[in-house]
C-alpha cells in the first residue's frame, strides 16, 4: 500500500474514535426560564440566569471535575423562591447531554442533534427583559 492509503485509513480510524469517545459531561443552559440553581446530590454547584440577560449562562458539568461528585447524579433545579423547577435522576451519561432551562420548566435532551429549541417566551419577564 502506498503512504497515502495508510494516512487516509489512519484519519478515518481518528474521526470514528472521536465519535465513540465523547466525553461524559452534561450542559445546563437558561435560555429564557427564571433564575435558577443548580444542585447535585443536593449540593449548590451555579446559579444560572436567562441568556437574554447573561449571554453565557450555561454550566459544563463532568462527573469528578473540581466540585462535581462521579455518578449517579441527582439533579435538581431550584427558582429563587425556592420551589423546584425540575429535577432528574441520571445513573450514566454516554456522552454529551443537555439539559435546557425553559421558561414553562427544564427539559433533559438525549446525545446527538435535535436542532434549535424554540423559544417558549422570548426574552426573561423576571428581570423585566424581553425581545421583540
Known sequence: ???????????????????????????????????????INGTTLDRLVCQFQDGDSSALLRPGDDSVPPLPWSIGLVKDDGTELGAWEIDRLGGRRELVVRSAG????????????????????????QTD
Open 106 to 129: 427544564g427539559a433533559l435532551k438525549s446525545p446527538g442533534p435535535a436542532g434549535p429549541v424554540p423559544v417558549s417566551n422570548p426574552g426573561c419577564p423576571e428581570a423585566g427583559l
Open 1 to 39: 500500500m502506498k503512504w497515502t492509503t495508510y494516512a487516509a485509513i489512519i484519519v478515518l480510524l481518528s474521526f470514528t474514535a472521536c465519535a465513540f469517545f465523547e466525553p461524559d459531561e452534561l450542559l445546563v443552559m437558561n435560555l429564557d426560564g427564571p433564575p435558577v440553581t443548580v444542585t
